[in-house]
């Protein structure tokens, strides 16, 4: 399946060797921003992977030769921007997982989910579109994790909690068991928490 990366920074070069690994998608290239397409043009940008243009580009994209996508921003708002950018011009979202990570299979990820090395995901959690998971996370059983969340490295999601949408988790953070996560909420990194967090009301981008 061809795929392009929505992209060009450090995050999408890391996503792209996660790809590169697994041998399941072919890259046709990436897409950025306004300033990225300044800087790159029609360049080379990793391992012989072109930069396309900007996200313009994505309607000059046959959707028969292109019908995947992966929004690979480390920024969770803009990343949540790119994401439904993409779908509204019909490319559909894939899960980019490391074939060193492991996920037990009663759980179960919903589309464009992507997720690094060595990071376990433990039985019977639901991890939501678009939603970012770095290296070394441990998300215990039965954890829900909603739509466009960004959980950063080294951080562990204990058992029966749940993360509404919108959500980043700071790296080397700890969250409790039965904990619940307010919408939009930002944790900072080598956070403790064990006690629950309202939801933060904001203009959504996506219902």
């Known amino acids: 399946m061809n795929i392009i990366i929505l992209g060009a920074g450090s995050t999408a ?7 590169l690994s697994t041998k399941i998608f072919n890259i046709m290239g990436y897409v950025g921003t306004d300033i990225e397409n300044k800087k790159y ?10 930069f396309l243009g900007d996200k313009e580009t994505l309607k000059n994209i046959p959707k028969k030769k292109s019908p995947g996508f992966v929004s690979a921003i480390g920024n969770r708002y803009y990343r949540e921007l790119a994401f439904y950018e993409a779908i509204k011009s019909e490319f559909i979202p894939v899960n980019i997982i490391s074939n060193k990570s492991s996920i037990e299979n009663s759980s179960n990820i919903e589309s464009g989910v992507i997720i690094f090395p060595h990071t376990h995901i433990s039985f ?6 678009n ?20 959980i950063e490295s080294s951080s562990i999601v204990s058992g029966n909690v749940i993360i509404k949408k919108n959500v ?11 904990i ?7 944790i900072m990194p080598n956070s403790y928490i064990d006690n629950n ?7 959504e981008i996506h219902e």
């Open 124 to 129: 019977n959690v639901n991890i939501s579109e």
């Open 168 to 178: 980043v988790i700071g790296k080397n953070s700890v969250i409790a068991p039965d």
């Open 131 to 150: 939603t970012f998971i770095e290296t070394n996370v441990v998300i215990e059983s039965n954890v829900s994790i909603g739509s466009n969340c960004n």
């Open 180 to 186: 619940i996560i307010g919408k939009n909420q930002f």
């Open 197 to 203: 967090l309202p939801d933060i009301e904001r203009k």
């Open 13 to 19: 070069i890391s996503v792209t060797e996660i790809i």
């Open 41 to 50: 043009g029609n360049k080379i940008i990793h391992k012989n992977i072109p």
